[in-house]
């Protein structure tokens, strides 16, 4: 079955860049995507990419896809202590628009 | 627009409890799906509704009934709550893409 992965904590300094990682198995994906969701929050829509994409620059994020190697990852450019929350990676499958999601990165970002 | 949401935002029951969980979306979408999350395990899709008048099982489905009340509204049902659906639970809606946006989350504690 479909199964997505990601690593669990981040740790990075304020300026610095942060990278997180996902990796998924549904070579069939047609939309890959990230959400962040803040302590008490839902899930937050932050960027997405279409599966023929290897790449799509939003202001701060950069989300690069590998689909050779399945892997998908969102930098974030000069992290801020806002960024810090959990990452969620995401993909699509079936025509019931379904999606499976990884477990979520907690990214902390320290002064 | 409000986008999705959800009541109540917390609830506390008793084991054997029952109550129904409400969420609607005022993006005229027409695919809606309930979510669970658990630490450490991401999100798990309970059920989701792909279009009025329809509604297929997810992965955890079992203790969970859900109604399709109409096009804005999908409410999540549990009629003898166990211990184990100790949770925060997630409403989302999705339009012609596989984009979903969530709702604040519900967070249920089951004694």
């Known amino acids: 079955g479909e199964d997505v992965e990601q690593s669990l904590f981040l740790s990075v300094r304020e300026g610095d860049s942060s990278v997180i990682n996902c990796t998924y198995t549904?070579?069939?994906?047609?939309?890959l995507y990230w959400y962040k969701q803040e302590p008490g929050a839902g899930l937050q829509l932050l960027t997405y990419?279409?599966?023929?994409?290897d790449m799509k620059q939003d202001q701060r994020l950069t989300v690069l896809l590998n689909k050779k190697d399945k892997h998908l990852s969102l930098r974030i450019a000069d992290t801020q202590t806002g960024d810090s929350a959990i990452y969620f990676c995401?993909?699509?499958?079936?025509?019931?628009?379904?999606?499976?999601f990884g477990s979520g990165t907690q990214l902390t970002v320290l002064p | 627009n409000a986008g999705v949401t959800q009541t109540p935002k917390f609830q506390v029951l008793k084991t054997g409890q029952s109550m129904t969980l409400q969420c609607a979306q005022d993006?005229?979408?027409?695919?809606m799906y309930w979510y669970r999350q658990d630490p450490g395990m991401g999100l798990r899709l309970i059920y989701y509704?792909?279009?009025?008048?329809?509604?297929d099982k997810g992965e955890v489905p079992n203790g969970y009934n859900v109604s399709r009340l109409n096009k804005r509204e999908f409410s999540l049902r549990l009629e003898s709550a166990a211990p184990s659906q100790t949770s925060v639970y997630f409403c989302?809606?999705?339009?012609?893409?596989?984009?979903?946006?969530f709702g604040p989350g519900t967070r249920l504690t089951v004694l």
């Open positions: 995401a993909e699509s499958y079936s025509s019931a628009r379904q999606l499976t």
């Open positions: 509704s792909a279009s009025e008048g329809t509604t």
């Open positions: 989302a809606s999705g339009g012609d893409t596989d984009t979903q946006y």
């Open positions: 549904d070579s069939s994906s047609t939309y």
């Open positions: 993006m005229n979408h027409n695919s």
């Open positions: 990419i279409f599966s023929n994409m």
